[in-house]
């Protein structure tokens, strides 16, 4: 049989290069990719399922609709394209286009997603979100410091001889690098552990500091306070490359180790053993998370941690950097700059950016003028994964009508009027970039969609003809056949001579300059030219000061809202080895892995309550609750407890029905571990 070429487009660091074997029209075997020298080890357990995922009896094959009764019936393709386009005509006229939001997350990469936002443009104007669920304030932290997002490419690891996995669990989301941790770890490097669990990762680590989350930046600018006063800074290093040292070094002048434990509750020996790591180890790296982000202060804590590798001349050398975001492969957008999609960046009258994904559902409910009325939803999962699940369901249920594209029944979809059944990546061919590696490769197409399923090009091209758009017959704007698809790829590659459709359907191609180790001029597109500790920008464009700074999390047990007394324990709701967010735990491989939803709380606060392991207990604050089952986990700091996010409300434990709606310092992020709740036991009589 022969082996094809493909590439998992999920939003997932190692974005793996991979081969599908296929035989009388069926997929039967996904393996690694021969060409890759980021993935060599092979797809995860998710990469595998998608035998499962492709074929599985819950996919959905037809267009449905809902019932009176609350159910879903099937309808023909013509019939649901009539009813949708009978709407979006009507409401273009009255109250307008800009009532129909138009929604996407981050289920799939690659360059065919822009064709939906074409059509939305064509169709008149609609109203979409700015911001992101995942990664924003760190971009931005990043952007502000070094000028932009890339870093040294993922073998570079191995040469490292300090790793600080900081707010990053790499064992579960990133498991390629584990690898070249190995590697690092084995030619006598040091790994060093942030994180308020112990996770998988911290297995090899000679340090685990557990902070108190949304803690970290002061305990990074404690470190900065040590390496200032010790002499560990690179201080030829600074002179040449780094603007705002001076003020810096003054404002963390009495940032001592002392004052950083009080608030973090990190040791002082072990904020010591942190800073004489950076102090004598080199050359080194730090990995920093994207959980780690995901707090209101966050883009100042990443601004301070940044400051470390700065103040060490650990930037633009092998095995030294800042491993956050690589978007040496990200040629076609301008995702390297988080703010370019903001309102005052594109005023063009048509798209009405105004929904921050982060505050979705009151966003939604707060439009005037015109007021939303129709929703459409694709690659995305907004009532599960989005801030505030309650208000996400009411921002939807208060509309007319809802579409949603999607492959499953998901909970998003169970809320829609039609629900339209999605391709797979192997139903449509596409090229994708990563944001760990700087590969580009090509998502083929090597199966025909099941059933009547419709790849959203074709969706749009049907809408376009029923809404008389004299583009709709143009397979240009909406390439539908595969040598339309090809042709539209071809021409987004036209610009870059060495990489072509032929080349990338042999395997993964290395974005055009993509280098090894970046930054290695010692050039930073910053306004200065150099690393920024102090930033103009910083502080005009996100009124924060200037040089990076501590400031408390909003839901810290020290502020009196919400009162500590009632919701004493942090929540934290990071990613999980065997689904991505939403995606996979629906499939048996994976239930067999993990059954059901757990929340893991100390033994010391499981006993003060009462809750032994394996009891049903409660996870509640002022905004919901929900019930699943204890696990006692003593290598999780006392105080936080943990659900992993991605679980269904139908499983009975979507985190975000416990978060706030609200938005991180820099980046229109999300604060998703702003969170605080109580838990007690429920019984089970
Ligand atoms: N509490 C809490 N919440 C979080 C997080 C957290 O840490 N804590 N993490 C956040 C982060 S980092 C992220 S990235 C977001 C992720 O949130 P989302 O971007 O909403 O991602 P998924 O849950 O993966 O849902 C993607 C959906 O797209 C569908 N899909 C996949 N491929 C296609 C396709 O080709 N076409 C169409 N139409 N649909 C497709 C999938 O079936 C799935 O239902 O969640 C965020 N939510
Ligand atoms: N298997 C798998 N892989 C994935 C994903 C997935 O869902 N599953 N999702 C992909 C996506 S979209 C993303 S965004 C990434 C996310 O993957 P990571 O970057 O690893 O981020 P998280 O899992 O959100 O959080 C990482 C760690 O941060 C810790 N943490 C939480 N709060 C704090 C804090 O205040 N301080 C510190 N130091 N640590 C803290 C959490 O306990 C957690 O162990 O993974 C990608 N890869
Ligand atoms: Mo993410």
Redesign the pocket.
Do not use: V
């Given at each position: 049989m022969p082996l094809l070429t493909t590439a998992c487009p999920r939003?997932?660091?190692?974005t793996c290069a991979l081969t599908v074997q296929v035989e009388d029209g069926r997929i039967r075997r996904i393996d690694t990719h021969p060409q890759t020298r980021a993935t060599p080890g092979g797809p995860?357990l998710?990469g595998l399922s998608y035998v499962e995922r492709v074929y599985s009896s819950d996919r959905l094959l037809h267009p449905l609709r809902r019932t009176r009764g609350g159910g879903f019936e099937r309808v023909s393709w013509d019939s649901a394209l009539d009813a949708i386009a009978g709407t979006l005509a009507a409401v273009r006229r009255e109250p307008g286009p800009q009532s129909v939001l138009y929604y996407c997350a981050?289920g799939t990469k690659g360059l065919m997603n822009r064709v939906s936002e074409r059509f939305w443009r064509l169709y008149g104007g609609y109203t979409g979100t700015y911001g992101d669920l995942?990664?924003p304030s760190g971009l931005e932290a990043t952007r502000l410091t070094l000028g932009d997002n890339k870093h040294n490419a993922p073998w570079d690891l191995a040469n490292a001889r300090l790793v600080v996995l900081?707010?990053?669990?790499?064992a579960?989301?990133?498991?390629h690098q584990q690898a070249f941790i190995d590697q690092a770890l084995d030619a006598g490097g040091t790994l060093i552990v942030?994180?308020?669990?112990r996770?998988q990762s911290a297995e090899r680590a000679s340090l685990l500091i557990q902070?108190r989350?949304?803690?970290?930046g002061a305990v990074a600018l404690a470190v900065a306070h040590l390496l200032i006063e010790h002499g560990g800074v690179d201080r030829a290093f600074v002179a040449r490359h780094v603007l705002g040292f001076d003020a810096f070094a003054a404002s963390v002048a009495d940032f001592t180790p002392e004052r950083a434990a009080g608030i973090s509750d990190v040791p002082v020996s072990a904020i010591h053993r942190l800073a004489e790591a950076f102090a004598a180890v080199r050359p080194a790296t730090i990995s920093a998370?994207?959980?780690?982000q995901?707090?209101a202060n966050s883009g100042q804590t990443m601004r301070a941690i940044l400051a470390l590798l700065a103040i060490t001349g650990n930037v633009g050398r092998p095995g030294a950097g800042w491993v956050y975001a690589n978007l040496q492969s990200h040629v076609f957008d301008d995702v390297r700059d988080p703010v370019a999609s903001f309102p005052p960046a594109v005023p063009d009258g048509v798209a009405r950016v105004a929904v921050s994904m982060a505050r979705l559902g009151p966003d939604m409910l707060a439009l005037a003028d015109p007021p939303l009325r129709v929703a459409w939803v694709e690659r995305g999962n907004p009532i599960p994964q989005n801030p505030q699940t309650p208000t996400v369901v009411a921002a939807f249920r208060a509309l007319d009508f809802r579409v949603v594209v999607d492959q499953f029944l998901t909970d998003t979809a169970r809320e829609a009027d039609l629900v339209l059944p999605a391709k797979t990546m192997f139903e449509q061919s596409d090229v994708i970039g990563a944001y760990w590696h700087a590969y580009l490769q090509l998502k083929q197409k090597v199966i025909d969609p099941p059933g009547e399923v419709k790849a959203e090009s074709e969706i749009y091209r049907l809408l376009a003809r029923r809404l008389g758009m004299p583009e709709a017959g143009n397979g240009t704007v909406f390439p539908v056949s595969e040598a339309e698809v090809d042709a539209y790829l071809e021409r987004a590659l036209a610009p870059f001579p060495g990489v072509t459709l032929a080349r990338l359907r042999a395997g993964p191609v290395a974005a055009p300059g993509a280098q090894n180790v970046a930054f290695e001029d010692l050039v930073f597109p910053t306004p200065s030219g150099r690393i920024e500790l102090e930033s103009r920008e910083a502080a005009t464009r996100w009124g924060v000061a200037a040089v990076p700074d501590y400031v408390e999390p909003l839901e810290s047990v020290r502020r009196a809202d919400p009162d500590p007394a009632a919701y004493p324990l942090y929540l934290?709701t990071?990613?999980?080895?065997?689904?991505?967010?939403s995606q996979f735990g629906n499939l048996r491989m994976i239930r067999q892995f993990d059954d059901r939803p757990r929340v893991a709380i100390h033994p010391d606060d499981a006993r003060a309550r009462g809750i032994r392991d394996g009891a049903r207990v409660r996870v509640f604050n002022a905004r919901g609750a929900i019930v699943i089952e204890a696990r006692l986990d003593n290598g999780l700091k006392a105080g936080c407890v943990?659900v992993t996010n991605?679980w269904w409300l139908t499983d009975g434990a979507a985190v975000n029905v416990l978060s706030a709606a609200r938005e991180t310092d820099m980046g229109y992020g999300a604060a998703f571990?702003e969170n605080r709740v109580q838990v007690e036991a429920v019984s089970t009589e």
């Open positions: 939003n997932c660091y190692s995860c998710k981050s995942c990664w900081w707010g990053k669990n790499a579960e989301t990133n498991i942030i994180d308020p669990r996770t902070p989350p949304g803690t970290d998370g994207f959980g780690l995901h707090f934290l990071p990613n999980t080895k065997n689904r991505i967010h943990a991605g571990h």
